[in-house]
């Protein structure tokens, strides 16, 4: 109630005790003026009295009503600042969590890494102490290297100082999405450098790495180059993939194999980007124990890739559960295979198993435009870009 309703109310009782004091003696005969003075001042004070009273009552129950409404304001306010503890509690786990997994994510690549230069010391140097007796009598690697070919021994050793002299580096080549040549992955390779930055092409060592055991380590490097493009990249483009070739030597390392499955089974946030790739020998070769691992990866979302395809005559359905979700098919296989499917029927007979038909090795547009006309939706080969060093491609474009 406000100053000026209680004025009102005062100056109304007041009213009526003048009237009475004033007014009723002569109005009312036998009613005097001292019997009629008393009964105003008996009216003011009964007034008073209830006013008062009015006053008390509504102005208690308005100090209750304030102190509610600051006990429920102190409430609220405890609420939220157990919320702010909460919150606060639960944001200190998730940067406990992050740092942990990162020291995770550290140490497991450490451990892979360690692995790799074990690989180094043990198979190059050995394969290195082989060949050294059959050519001692070989100018130095240095009067040689800009031969076109280069004996076993030098190129062991130009791999044997690039793996340690980290000389081992990632190219990408794009996959475009047809007929608009737009770029929607990378197929990722390595290449090899030797002391004077000439780059060595697998051509002239990947048998040689084969029979000595590096292959593996080899694959294993480009990998964890991927992976290192991939965490620089960060959330830019999210549906852009990463194909990288898995040997059939990694798989079948059974120290680094175990340890590499392990590594993507607490990675796995890296299936939405890593396309892992298998030629269709291996693919057809894969023991039980490999099979089993690779699905166990799968069911955490990685996906699978087969190329270096001779065959075009196999089980889709079996290859689809089996997590392959792209299939390579050399252009000049397209045009011109003998296979149970038709050309025209080819790319549906492949998305009818959720896997999509890459086809590679296109090097004119001749070629282009024969695959065209069979509907084909993605494209890989010189024609569209060559492998180049990933450090010179704007990924994030």
């Keep these: ?200 092409f697998p051509s002239q060592y990947i048998k040689l790495a084969e029979d000595s055991g590096l292959v593996g380590t080899l694959d294993n490097l480009l990998l964890f180059r991927c992976i290192q493009v991939i965490r620089r990249l960060g959330p830019r483009r999210p549906g852009l993939r990463f194909f990288c070739n898995i040997s059939s030597v990694s798989l079948n390392d059974k120290e680094f194999f175990p340890q590499f499955i392990d590594f993507m089974m607490e990675n796995n946030e890296l299936s939405d980007r890593l396309i892992f790739e298998f030629s269709q020998k291996d693919v057809l070769r894969h023991t039980p124990l490999v099979g089993r691992s690779l699905a166990t990866l799968g069911r955490r979302g990685f996906r699978f890739s087969m190329d270096q395809i001779v065959d075009l005559n196999m089980d889709l359905a079996d290859l689809s559960s089996r997590y392959f979700r792209y299939a390579k098919v050399d252009a000049r296989m397209i045009l011109g295979q003998e296979a149970d499917i038709q050309s025209d029927d080819l790319k549906e007979a492949f998305s009818r198993y959720d896997i999509d038909l890459i086809a590679e090795k296109i090097e004119t547009d001749e070629t282009i435009i024969e695959i065209l006309d069979f509907g084909m939706d993605y494209g890989q080969g010189y024609l569209f870009g060559e492998p180049r060093l990933s450090s010179d491609i704007r990924l994030d474009l």
């Design 1 to 200: 109630m406000t100053l000026l309703t209680h004025i009102l109310i005062a100056a109304t009782y007041a009213l009526i005790a003048a009237l009475v004091a004033f007014v009723f003696p002569g109005l009312f005969e036998g009613f005097d003026d001292i019997t009629a003075r008393i009964s105003g001042a008996v009216i003011f004070l009964i007034g008073l009295q209830f006013h008062s009273m009015y006053i008390w009552k509504f102005g208690k129950e308005d100090t209750v009503n304030r102190l509610l409404a600051l006990h429920q304001d102190y409430q609220v306010s405890l609420d939220r600042l157990e919320e702010s503890k909460t919150e606060l509690a639960e944001l200190r786990e998730k940067i406990y969590k992050l740092d942990s997994r990162q020291n995770t994510e550290i140490i497991s690549e450490m451990h892979v890494l360690q692995t790799l230069l074990g690989q180094v010391i043990e198979k190059s140097g050995k394969s290195l102490d082989k060949k050294a007796g059959g050519e001692a009598g070989e100018p130095h690697i240095r009067d040689r290297i800009e031969q076109r070919d280069h004996s076993d021994g030098e190129v062991l050793n130009i791999m044997h100082h690039a793996l340690e002299g980290n000389k081992v580096d990632l190219y990408l080549q794009p996959i475009v999405a047809l007929p608009s040549r737009r770029v929607i992955h990378y197929e990722c390779y390595s290449r090899v450098r030797d002391e004077e930055d000439n780059v060595i």
